[in-house]
């Protein structure tokens, strides 16, 4: 069915650092795919979304690339800030263009000075 | 500006009793959404809604049910609370792809 996979965490990193968090999809229908950020006590917010091969979503230096030969969507960022510490989901639409989403398991970032 | 708003935020109640947590959304979205969190399982939907009148389950829908009855609101009951719908609970609401969601509710059952 259909499903997101993304590497467990916490991922921890030095300040001005190198992200990059894994997310892949199983490759059923064309999904809508997103990155999804949750602050510390905080619901989530779209961080940044593709919705179909190739496109590009990048927002606040993030970015991802809907790869659907990997049925990839990773999330990168050249440098990382103290302030980007958060929980970021990568998550789907079912196959069919619906508006329902379909969540990783969430990825925990922490970022130190 | 338009908003969704949960309440309570924080709640603790017994095993058995019902419990309803509020939804209210300022959008005028059509669709509406109900998750759970929990460690290890990111968001799981529970039920959601395309607009009045109409409900559906999602994939842990079992314990919970929820009513449409205006655009503006999505209430989540909990028929007979349980140890194991301890959980923090999202709403969210969207036009098209994009869900904007509430601040969340942290339901413990004991």
């Known amino acids: 069915g259909d499903s997101v996979t993304q590497m467990e965490g916490p991922v921890t990193l030095s300040e001005e650092a190198f992200l990059t968090i894994n997310c892949t999809y199983t490759?059923?229908?064309?999904?809508?795919l997103f990155w999804y950020v949750q602050y510390p006590g905080e619901g989530l917010q779209l961080l940044l979304k593709a919705t179909k091969a190739d496109d590009k979503g990048s927002n606040k230096g993030f970015e991802a690339t809907y790869r659907k030969e990997t049925t990839s969507f990773h999330l990168e960022k050249g440098s990382v800030q103290v302030s980007d510490s958060a929980v970021y989901f990568c998550?789907?639409?079912?196959?069919?263009?619906?508006?329902?989403?379909?969540f990783g398991t969430g990825t925990r970032l922490q970022v130190f000075p | 500006d338009a908003e969704i708003t949960q309440s309570p935020r924080h709640k603790i109640t017994e095993t058995g009793r019902q419990v309803t947590l509020a939804c209210h959304q300022t959008w005028n979205h059509n669709n509406m959404f109900w998750y759970r969190q929990d460690l290890g399982h990111g968001l799981r939907l529970i039920h959601y809604?395309?607009?009045?009148?109409?409900?559906n389950k999602g994939e842990v829908s079992d314990g919970y049910s929820v009513s449409r009855s205006n655009t503006e609101d999505l209430p989540l009951t909990l028929e007979s609370a349980a140890s194991s719908q301890t959980s923090v609970y999202f709403c969210a609401s969207s036009r098209g792809d994009e869900a904007f969601f509430g601040q969340g509710t942290r339901l413990t059952v004991v």
């Open positions: 998550a789907r639409t079912p196959g069919y263009n619906t508006d329902k989403l379909i």
């Open positions: 809604s395309y607009g009045v009148q109409d409900t």
């Open positions: 490759a059923t229908g064309y999904p809508s």
